[in-house]
T-cell receptor
Framework: AQSVTQPDIHITVSEGASLELRCNYSYGATPYLFWYVQSPGQGLQLLLKYFSGDTLVQGIKGFEAEFKRSQSSFNLRKPSVHWSDAAEYFCAVGVRHTGGGNKLTFGTGTQLKVEL | NAGVTQTPKFRVLKTGQSMTLLCAQDMNHEYMYWYRQDPGMGLRLIHYSVGEGTTAKGEVPDGYNVSRLKKQNFLLGLESAAPSQTSVYFC?????????????FGPGTRLLVL
C-alpha cells in the first residue's frame, strides 16, 4: 500500500524568506503526486500536481515542486514567502484504481507559520 | 458554478443518533469521495463512488454508509453515531481528463458527537 510522510509538523519562516516543505512517498510504481493547501476552517485547494513528464512542476501562488524518483520525494518550494501563505500543507499520492478514479493517500500535513 | 457544496456546515449529535451528510457537485464529475480529517492524521478516505449507482469502501468505512442515487449527489450516513466519529468530513469530486485527475474539495462539515 502507498504511504506519504511529511516529516515536519510545524515550520516557521520569516516573510520574504524561501520555503521548502518535505514530502516522501512510498509506492511501487510511478505515482500521481499532489500538494494541497488548507486555510483555517476551509477546504483543500490544489496547489500543483505531477502525473508525468517534466519533473519540475509549477503551481499557483508561486509554488513549485520537484519529483525525484531516486529519493521518492516531492518537495514543495517557494522562493519568497508571503504572510498570506500561512496555512496547512498536505502532500498526497494518488493511485488509480481499475474502476476509475484516484485513491488519494495524504500525509499528516505541515503547519506553516509566517513571521512578519 | 458553486463547485462542491456540503450540508450541513456544523452539527452536534448525541451518541446513537443518526444523520446524513449531503455532498453536491455541479461540475458533472464522474467520481466522488468522502474523507474524514482528524488532528495529526491528515485526510482518510471513507467511501468513494466511480459513477451513479456505484459505491466502494475506502480506508476507514466502518460505521458509515453511502449512496449515489444521482450523479451530482453523494450522501454519507451515520446510522448510530459514536464519539469516535467526531471529525471534520470533506467531500470531493473529480473527473479523469487529459492532464490526469484532480479532486476538488468541498468546505467541510464539522461533526461533534457527544
Amino acid at each position: 500500500a502507498q504511504s506519504v510522510t511529511q516529516p515536519d509538523i510545524h515550520i516557521t519562516v520569516s516573510e520574504g524568506a524561501s520555503l521548502e516543505l518535505r514530502c516522501n512517498y512510498s509506492y511501487g510504481a510511478t505515482p500521481y503526486l499532489f500538494w494541497y493547501v488548507q486555510s483555517p476552517g476551509q477546504g483543500l485547494q490544489l496547489l500543483l500536481k505531477y502525473f508525468s513528464g517534466d519533473t519540475l512542476v509549477q503551481g499557483i501562488k508561486g509554488f513549485e515542486a520537484e519529483f525525484k524518483r531516486s529519493q521518492s520525494s516531492f518537495n514543495l518550494r517557494k522562493p519568497s514567502v508571503h504572510w498570506s501563505d500561512a496555512a496547512e500543507y498536505f502532500c498526497a499520492v494518488g493511485v488509480r484504481h481499475t474502476g476509475g478514479g484516484n485513491k488519494l493517500t495524504f500525509g499528516t500535513g505541515t503547519q506553516l507559520k509566517v513571521e512578519l | 458554478n458553486a463547485g462542491v457544496t456540503q450540508t450541513p456546515k456544523f452539527r452536534v449529535l448525541k451518541t446513537g443518533q443518526s444523520m446524513t451528510l449531503l455532498c453536491a457537485q455541479d461540475m458533472n464529475h464522474e467520481y466522488m469521495y468522502w474523507y474524514r480529517q482528524d488532528p495529526g492524521m491528515g485526510l482518510r478516505l471513507i467511501h468513494y463512488s466511480v459513477g451513479e449507482g456505484t459505491t466502494a469502501k475506502g480506508e476507514v468505512p466502518d460505521g458509515y454508509n453511502v449512496s449515489r442515487l444521482k450523479k451530482q449527489n453523494f450522501l454519507l450516513g451515520l446510522e448510530s453515531a459514536a464519539p469516535s466519529q467526531t471529525s471534520v468530513y470533506f467531500c470531493a469530486s473529480s473527473y479523469s481528463g487529459t492532464s490526469g485527475e484532480t479532486q476538488y474539495f468541498g468546505p467541510g462539515t464539522r461533526l461533534l458527537v457527544l
